[in-house]
């Protein structure tokens, strides 16, 4: 249940996560308490069909990898499918979870503990981007649907992408439209778990950011020992308080960040061989290949980038302090004792997100995740072109 104090809605997190809350309610995503008991209840009915209508597409495309003898286009295809069918349904999982354990409203309180928000304040234009970049791919990616299931239903030949076939014209019809409906529901729920765990990441990389430039402030008013140590203390208490909240937020999205990227690795490598597959066929077939691609890609980006930042923000905080030669020439032993406790405290490598515990997402990763994606394009290129 959710009990958390109606003014938080208006803290920089929330204020920018409420502007597309009137989206939620005309895709029937929201599950607020502030709606009426019967719209509620509708947006649980249609989410409970996609999902639905999700698992059981996903089932269908497994029986027919493990069960048909496919060529390599169809199977590109089908992992594809595959893939996208098993993001969204944990999409909305972790949408309709997060909205109904009111978690990102209870970080929003925990990250505005630390400094008020001060970070988040002052960068409210770098939030509002973010925004931007949500509307701009959620509207490219529905018209990309449209025009997919256009083509489809206009019988225009597309080698790269595969249709069942329809007993009838209507049939046809009914079920393109009720696909149609299921993905884009579907990638909009998606999209804002992205833009959710985008948004709340970069909270934290903004307050994180303001924490390390009062590190390399201190001393910068006075070099009174006593008053350098109070300045001390208080870093050690903000970065507990900074150290608290990024936890909590790992505890919501180390999950869903280790499913998401687990599967947004080898599609985005599959899509891309998809792609190259595309030469010999109709040039249609490659500009709708370039979407998936472009989508993938920005999928990825979205999981490791902002959470690398974190990991480096944080990991670097130490860096700011020790350079700070204000605080080591005072030559007073009480300061270094405190000093020597906040190095100790900003030593925590393993402060921001992970990937389930198993690894944290840093840049190491990211150069780790691309080698590996490399490799694995480059093996399945050499064996295509030795048939068994």
Known sequence: MCHIDPDIDSLPLNAELNKVRRL???????????????????????FCLVCIYQIFNTLEIVYALSTLTLEATNMSNLLVRLAFSFQVTVSLYFVFDWQRKCKFRSFAA?????QNSAGCIENRASLGRLLIVFRVFITLTIIFFAV???????DVKLDAFSLRKFS?????????????????????ASSIGIFMYSLFTYGAVLEARLFNNKLTALGKVTMSPTNLMNELVERINEHGRL???VR?????????????LGSTIPVSAITLLQLLGTRNMPLINFFMS??????????????????AMLHNV????????YGNLRVWQTFDKDVYVVANSLATHLNQPDLGISVWGFAMVSKPLILTTISVMVTCIAFLLELRKRPL
């Open 24 to 46: 939620l309610r005309l895709c029937f995503c929201s599950f607020s308490k502030t709606l009426s008991p019967k719209r509620r209840l509708l947006n649980k009915a249609v």
């Open 110 to 114: 925990a990250i505005h503990q630390v």
């Open 248 to 260: 909590e937020l790992d505890g919501m999205c180390e999950v869903f960040a280790f499913l998401m």
């Open 148 to 154: 997919l299931h256009l083509t489809f239903l206009l």
């Open 168 to 188: 009838s014209d209507i049939t046809k019809v009914l079920f393109l439209g009720w696909n149609f409906f299921c993905v884009v529901y579907s990638s909009f």
């Open 243 to 245: 150290g608290k909240a």
């Open 314 to 321: 944080l990991d670097r905080s130490k860096h700011h302090l």
């Open 290 to 307: 370039v979407p998936l691609v472009a989508m993938n890609c920005m999928l990825l980006i979205s999981l490791t980038a902002i959470p």
